[in-house]
């Protein structure tokens, strides 16, 4: 594989990296605007919460911030190409 390809491929990974990003970005927004509905909605002092709602969100959390890491080191293997 020459060094151009590898580095056409790397790209797109990155790309790829960044669009899955952008995902997480939006259902993490959507989760939280969920969040909200129902606890407007209920409008209690202890409203009602799913249990999966605030493992969704830990979920996406840390799937956002692998991404970022993957990110990272993409750009610095790319820079030492």
């Known amino acids: 594989m020459s060094l151009d390809a590898l580095r056409q ?6 790309s790829g990296v960044a669009d899955a990003r952008a995902h997480t970005d939006r ?3 959507l989760l939280e605007e969920s969040r909200r509905a129902l606890v407007d909605s209920q409008a ?3 409203p009602w919460l799913p249990p999966q709602l605030a ?3 830990d979920q996406i959390d840390g799937h956002h911030g692998r991404l970022t ?4 080191l993409l750009e610095r293997y790319q820079s030492r190409l």
Do not use: E, F, P, R
């Open 27 to 29: 259902a993490k927004s």
């Open 55 to 57: 493992q969704a969100l």
């Open 44 to 46: 209690q002092a202890q």
């Open 9 to 14: 491929l790397l790209t797109a990974v990155h």
């Open 69 to 72: 890491g993957i990110g990272d």
